[in-house]
């Protein structure tokens, strides 16, 4: 059985659930991200905020999925956009 593809827990200030929740979201878009068919994916906004919510409500991975992610200077997909971002048909299943 192959284990679906996760975004990694958060770490450092990312983890700290003292922080600022818009601060650790900035940090773990910056310090975390996945290579997916040998392109380097960032998670969404939104997709950043359910990471940070699942993993201090349950401690949990959340599965990368379609649209939950941007690619690196894909302006529609960015961050600040609040969009999904470059389909990579195929690389997900």
């Not at 990694?8 to 200030?13: A, D, E, I, N, Y």
């Not at 975390?32 to 960032?42: K, M, P, Q, S």
């Not at 993993?55 to 999925?65: Q, S, W």
Request: charged content about 25%.
């Amino acid at each position: 059985m192959t284990k679906p593809l996760t975004w990694t827990l958060p770490k450092g200030v990312a983890a700290d659930k003292s922080m600022n929740k818009f601060a650790r979201m900035r940090h773990y878009r910056n310090t975390c991200n996945i290579i997916i068919g040998g392109v380097r994916v960032y998670p969404s906004l939104q997709t950043l905020k359910m990471i940070i919510e699942a993993y201090d409500l349950l401690g949990a991975e959340l599965c990368v999925e379609e649209g939950g992610y941007y690619v690196y200077g894909d302006q529609a997909g960015s961050p600040e956009s609040g969009e999904g971002g470059t389909s990579l048909k195929g690389d997900i299943r």
